[in-house]
């Protein structure tokens, strides 16, 4: 088990762009595949993106697909999302996930640790 704590996010206009960092705490971070997701107010918690930490492999939602990247750095256990050409439509509260399984996946029941959320309000 892991501990996630996420920061970085914040208000952006749209357009702009914004980092989001995930911090993990708990031992052999690197054997742990990741994955973002985020919910906007009244909606279903949605999948953003995954990697693997098995082989590397990364996938994205359509919605985010080409302006949204996902990366880590295990030596400061750490994962990042990098989100560009925000839109009013990624306007949410962004959750970062974690798990021991070999492959991401876009179902959040997938993932046993997660983190407190963070807030990315895009104003136009």
Known sequence: QVQLVE??????????SL????????????SYTVGWFRQAPGKERE????????NGGASYADSVKGRFTISRDNA????????NSLTLEDTA??????DRRLY???????????GQGTQVPVSS
Not at 23 to 29: D, E, V
Not at 76 to 83: A, E, G, I, R, S
């Open 19 to 30: 980092r989001l960092s995930c911090a993990a705490s708990g031992r052999s971070f690197s």
């Open 47 to 54: 999948f953003v993106t995954g990697l693997s930490w098995y």
């Open 93 to 98: 509260v962004y959750y970062c996930a974690a």
């Open 76 to 83: 400061k256990n750490t994962v990042y999302l990098q989100m």
């Open 104 to 114: 991401y996946d876009t179902g959040p029941n997938e993932y046993g640790d997660w």
């Open 7 to 16: 920061s970085g996010g914040g208000l952006v206009q749209a357009g702009g």
